[in-house]
């Protein structure tokens, strides 16, 4: 990319602008940053807006003999960027460029790997915690997460374990290939489970997907959330399940007339690539995150803690290039047959999606996250529409399954709600709702407490 179109875009994780020189540690941090994660260019000469102020002529000479000295002297391990001058709208502007360092961490040598360790996030350097060292040190090391030490073998969990993988793989998976798979290893001395080993049991808080439908295109409001913790098949079939709840269903006359196929207005397919690619490429060392799936009116949101890989950028997935973060599990998704190719998962939710008319679903990095967005028809116009094309329409019993769902899961959080005011959060007629909560009371769902005016409802 030119450096005038790097301009135009602004700062970002991999460029920083500069309107003057630096303060020493400013460019120093900045370097760190850059090597630990994607490398990037600082230009100095340019404001934050990205307006070209430049550098004199006079002093070019001077700040760039000085700027190799400051990371010199600051950064360990060594960094060696390159410096040169740049002509642009007739002003002459200083470019750092800092490449991808093969020896993270690199850190700020007056204040110590533990203090000095900084990450780019977004526009801003971010200090690194332990757990961010840790993940930088593995990357030294070439191993990953998920093949990292997590506790000493035991019977109890190896048929846990052989237990679980049994379902997908369709067979007892014997330890010699639960070594193969990278879910157990030896150091020496002693047999170990991997990290590996852990996501798929389904151990440890952040081993989990949350899951919530809200109202309308925010998070202000919600009618239902869901946590899904176990193990990691466990909660991938979760997730398909609480998509099949919320999403529309149009049930679909098929051969000759007297067969009716429901179709998800999302396919099944893409939600399931889309689940499985984020549980295999999240970062697993961020311990205070876990995957989110967000369902608004308009799109689906799938979050995974972790920004990409180093080196790979979204365009770059698009074309089918990855990178593995996590290479035990991909072995064992892969094995199972539940994923193709590796990196082949978001171009093939995105021509699946384009095939059945929907708008592409779009990759975009947020910080220490990555979100998938996958977008919706909207619930009018895919009702229309598959009525139209197949005439028919929704399930009358899907909607009212769906509508008693979402009444138990609004009061569940607010039993005072009144009748009136449930009809308005949901858009569905007075009648309407006092027939579902008669129908969940028959079910033993709810329970009214006290009198008509002054009770409430216990879910």
């Known amino acids: 990319m030119m450096i005038a179109d790097m301009i135009r875009q602004g700062e970002s994780k991999t460029l920083e602008f500069k309107a003057e020189f630096p303060q020493k540690n400013q460019i120093a941090k900045t370097v760190c940053a850059f090597a630990n994660r994607a490398g990037g260019y600082i230009i100095i000469g340019i404001n934050d807006n990205g307006d070209v102020i430049g550098v004199e002529k006079d002093l070019i000479a001077d700040y760039i003999d000085r700027i190799a000295n400051i990371i010199h002297d600051s950064v360990f391990p060594m960094v060696l960027p390159e410096i040169y001058t740049y002509k642009i709208s007739n002003k002459m502007v200083i470019i750092i460029r800092v490449f991808i360092g093969n020896t993270p961490p690199y850190y700020l040598k007056s204040d110590g790997r533990l203090k000095g360790t900084y990450l780019r996030v977004g526009k801003s350097n971010k200090l690194a915690d332990r757990d961010m060292i840790r993940e930088l040190e593995r990357v030294s090391l070439k191993l990953t997460y998920d093949t990292d030490f997590y506790k000493p073998f035991n019977n109890e969990e190896l048929n846990q374990l052989t237990d679980i993988l049994e379902k997908p793989f369709e067979r007892i998976i014997p330890k010699s290939e639960l070594q193969k798979f990278g879910l157990i290893s030896d150091n020496g001395s002693e047999l170990y489970f991997t990290n590996a080993a852990s996501i798929i049991l389904g151990k440890g808080e952040h081993c989990k997907i949350n899951c919530a439908r809200f109202l309308g295109d925010s998070v202000v409001d919600f009618f239902d959330k869901k946590e899904f913790s176990g193990d990691i098949f466990s909660q991938i079939e979760g997730v398909i399940g609480f998509f099949k709840n919320h999403l529309n269903i149009a049930g679909i006359i098929t051969g000759s007339g007297l067969k009716r196929n429901d179709s998800l207005e999302i396919p099944e397919e893409v939600l399931r690539e889309a689940i499985i690619n984020a549980v295999i490429?999240?970062?697993?060392?961020?311990?205070?995150?876990s995957?989110?799936?967000?369902?608004?009116?308009?799109?689906?949101?799938?979050?995974?803690?972790?920004?990409?890989?180093?080196?790979?950028?979204?365009?770059?997935?698009?074309?089918?290039?990855?990178?593995?973060?996590?290479?035990?599990?991909?072995?064992?998704f892969a094995e199972a047959g539940l994923i193709e190719l590796w990196g082949s998962g978001i171009p093939r939710i995105r021509e699946m999606c384009a095939k059945i008319g929907l708008?592409?679903?779009?990759?975009?990095?947020?910080?220490?996250?990555?979100?998938?967005?996958?977008?919706?028809?909207?619930?009018?116009?895919?009702?229309?529409?598959?009525?139209?094309?197949?005439?028919?329409?929704?399930?009358?019993?899907?909607?009212?399954?769906?509508?008693?769902?979402?009444?138990?899961?609004?009061?569940?959080?607010?039993?005072?709600?009144?009748?009136?005011?449930?009809?308005?959060?949901l858009g569905i007629s007075v009648a309407a709702v006092q027939r579902r909560l008669e129908s969940l009371q028959k079910m033993k769902r709810i329970k009214r407490v006290g009198s008509k005016k002054t009770g409430w409802w216990r879910v």
């Open 291 to 332: 995957i989110k799936v967000a369902i608004f009116n308009s799109s689906i949101e799938i979050t995974s803690p972790g920004g990409l890989i180093r080196t790979i950028t979204v365009e770059e997935i698009y074309q089918g290039l990855s990178e593995v973060r996590n290479s035990a599990l991909a072995k064992v």
């Open 359 to 425: 708008q592409e679903p779009e990759l975009c990095e947020a910080g220490l996250f990555v979100r998938l967005t996958i977008y919706r028809r909207g619930d009018k116009v895919y009702v229309q529409e598959v009525g139209e094309k197949y005439n028919s329409d929704i399930s009358k019993t899907t909607l009212v399954n769906r509508e008693m769902e979402q009444i138990q899961s609004i009061l569940k959080e607010d039993g005072t709600l009144t009748v009136k005011e449930i009809s308005d959060r």
């Open 281 to 289: 490429h999240r970062d697993y060392s961020i311990l205070g995150a």
